[in-house]
């Protein structure tokens, strides 16, 4: 039941109350002896009547309304209409007086069948609508016939048994309908629903018999206390009462079914009997009784027709059943042969699944959904130096605990990502993790870990080549626009030196040479032969002078002696200019490409100048000679030396000297190597391929 009527519905209440009340007082205020009665009370159960219906049919369509809650409202405003019709027509004859035009109340029973209906749609289902449909047609005729033998006066005339037919009929439909509805929907609102109509059908048989005996006297007041009170009572038990459309359980349509069978029986045999006893003391022998044992016969023999059918209904629904049971056995006997071929196939996939859990080069964690290790393969265990076996049931983060180096990024493998573990040994293992979700119930996860400590030491290296060949190609960029800067300045000084020295000395010459000339022409010959000597001597300076010239550019003892005799001779004049002890050591054996030769000594050439200008030396040490066919050069001092990682400083300051030489070797596919720090010397090396086909290997 709702919990507390709303306001629309508390003054619907007061007013039924207010109705039910003012028309009993009205009643009994003017008393069944009053010639008026029949008039009063047809119109009071008229309002009655039309209240209820128009209440009924606007409350039924909200949430929980009953099914046939509006065709019984539209009874009842039917019902409304006829008992003011039939009190206006009954008080101007002076009483209730039988007529043959009293058939017409039966289609009253249209909109309570039609209600009836709506019911068992919500209630019952089709074979049981057509089950409770045939029980209900036969006890409404067996009632009805029972009825129809108590009411009817004896000897009556053919209104008065048209009347007391229309009444029984009417009286026993409502009893035999809601009835049935009771018995099957066996809660209170229908029991409260049934008692209703059936002291409706109660007063009307009333009505009917006081109708069909005629004489024009009235009901008695009680059947006007109905008449007003209990359509108002069913008003307001559709309006307050919700209606349960839920459909009858198992056990509920196994009860009723006998239930109401039976008493359709009993009813059906007592009527029969009923009938063929008090036909002659009734007065209803011959072809009343006749039509009425025709009637009640035919509704026994379809009810047992219906049985039957319904029997044969049942035992081919149970044969159909037992062939699909047959049939659903057939399949479970193929379906037990699918599953345990697939059984088969499950543990063969989960061997093979385990194989490969274990053998994979990858380590797999399986956790649940609290974070627990459920198994774990032999490649983690690997990974972080942990059993197995013994892990198992440890929370993740208990086990992160556990494992030896491991950082703290390790606990959130678990969501991905990276991590390491230091071993004891100063190896750093890299870990890169994936999580997958494995839909189960309750849901777990699978932790893929996998060794990148390889793809990180090559990643670390080619960021470091990278980062390398960057530097290089800056300083090689650098080396480009300070060799292009020198190579300008050079040639601008040897332009220099050319047009102050040499070409100033010819030009000399030449004008020395002009005006010998014109001495001698002129007959002065011993003047003309001093201008010559003088010319003669100039010549031979401004000689020396491109001599020097040239030597700057490529010393004539490389060009004439070779590499060994020029380095010597580069050092005893190195050690002359800077009092720095500078030894030679090393022999070559064989002579070498000219470009070689070029090249190792400009490299020494390079560093002797840097010791001189930067190293605060006191030894300088050069080694040369051939090792695998290449030509090693070393020049090591006992400078101040620096560090290396301040050479590219060096060169960006201006200072091209280690570049240069680290740029000329590397250009010749040679190997260029500085080694040095502060106060421990510097020691410079460069290895430069020979090309074997030039070297003449002594006879011995």
């Not at 009417?170 to 099957?184: N, P, R, T, Y």
């Not at 009333?206 to 024009?216: D, S």
Request: one cysteine or more.
């Amino acid at each position: 039941m709702d919990a507390a009527p709303s306001p629309r519905h508390a003054g619907t209440l007061a007013g039924l109350t207010s109705i039910a009340i003012a028309g009993l007082i009205v009643l009994f205020a003017i008393g069944p002896t009053s010639p008026r009665y029949v008039f009063v009370r047809g119109v009071v159960a008229a309002v009655a009547f039309v209240t209820a219906g128009i209440v009924i049919r606007g409350a039924t369509p909200r949430s929980g309304g009953w099914p046939g809650g509006r065709r019984i409202g539209l009874a009842f405003l039917l019902l409304g209409g006829v008992a003011a019709v039939f009190s206006t027509a009954r008080a101007s004859s002076g009483g209730l007086q039988p007529h043959v035009a009293d058939v017409v109340l039966l289609g009253l029973l249209v909109p309570f069948i039609l209600a009836a209906g709506d019911e068992f749609q919500a209630h019952f289902t089709a074979a049981d609508r057509r089950e409770v449909s045939a029980d209900v047609l036969l006890l409404t005729a067996s009632i009805a016939a029972i009825l129809y033998v108590v009411i009817r006066p004896i000897d009556a005339s053919t209104p008065a048994g048209v009347a007391a037919a229309t009444y029984a009929i009417l009286a026993a439909a409502m009893i035999a309908v809601f009835g049935a509805l009771a018995l099957w929907a066996s809660g209170g609102a229908h029991l409260f629903e049934f008692g209703g109509f059936a002291a409706l059908a109660l007063a009307t048989l009333q009505v009917g018999a006081v109708q069909a005996a005629g004489g024009g006297q009235p009901a008695p007041p009680w059947v006007g206390v109905v008449y007003l009170v209990t359509p108002l009572i069913l008003a307001a038990v559709l309006v307050y009462v919700p209606h349960d459309a839920q459909r009858l359980n198992a056990t509920g349509t196994r009860l009723a079914r006998p239930v109401l069978t039976s008493i359709t029986v009993m009813a059906a045999c007592l009527a029969l009997s009923i009938v063929a006893i008090l036909d002659d003391a009734r007065g209803i022998a011959g072809p009343q009784s006749t039509v009425i044992l025709l009637v009640l016969g035919t509704g026994i023999a379809l009810r047992i027709l219906a049985n039957q059918l319904a029997s044969a209904e049942a035992h081919e629904a149970t044969r159909i059943a037992m062939q699909r049971q047959e049939l659903a056995l057939h399949d479970k006997e193929a379906a037990l042969e699918r599953v345990r071929d697939t059984n088969t196939s499950l543990r063969e996939s989960e061997e093979r699944l385990r194989l490969v859990f274990e053998g994979a080069v990858d380590g797999f964690v399986e956790l649940d959904h609290h974070g627990h290790v459920i198994r774990a393969n032999d490649a983690f265990a690997r990974m972080t130096l942990v059993d197995p076996v013994a892990i198992v049931g440890m929370s993740w983060f208990a086990l992160t605990a556990t494992i030896d180096g491991a950082d703290p990024a390790f606990a959130r493998l678990v969501e991905g990502g990276t991590a390491t573990i230091e071993r004891s040994d100063g190896q750093v293992i890299h870990l890169e993790s994936t999580v997958s979700a494995i839909p189960t119930t309750p849901p777990r996860s699978l932790l893929l870990v996998r060794d990148v400590t390889a793809a990180k030491v090559a990643d670390q290296t080619i960021r470091s080549l990278f980062h390398f060949l960057q530097d290089r190609d800056e300083d090689r960029t650098r080396l480009l626009r300070r060799s292009n800067a020198a190579i300008e300045q050079e040639r601008n000084r040897i332009a220099r030196d050319l047009h102050d020295g040499p070409v100033q000395g010819v030009s000399a010459a030449s004008l020395s040479l002009e005006a010998a000339l014109l001495m001698i022409k002129a007959g002065d010959a011993e003047r003309g032969m001093d201008v010559l000597v003088k010319v003669r001597q100039e010549l031979a300076s401004e000689a020396d002078a491109l001599r020097r010239l040239m030597s700057g550019l490529r010393p004539p003892v490389l060009e004439e002696r070779g590499l060994m005799p020029a380095l010597r001779e580069t050092l005893s004049r190195f050690g002359i200019d800077t009092g720095i002890v500078a030894t030679f050591e090393g022999e070559l054996g064989r002579p070498i490409p000219r470009d070689v030769e070029t090249l190792a000594y400009r490299v020494v050439q390079e560093a002797l100048t840097n010791v001189g200008k930067h190293a605060e030396a006191t030894t300088v040490l050069v080694q040369v000679e051939i090792e695998t066919g290449q030509l090693r050069t070393e020049i090591e001092d006992d400078g101040r030396g620096f560090e290396t990682s301040h050479a590219r400083d060096y060169l960006r300051s201006g200072r091209v000297g280690l570049a240069s030489m680290r740029e000329r070797v590397e250009l010749a596919g040679g190997t260029f190597t500085l080694r040095s720090s502060p106060g421990r010397g510097t020691v410079v090396t460069a290895l430069i391929p020979v090309d074997e086909s030039l070297l003449v290997v002594p006879a011995i």
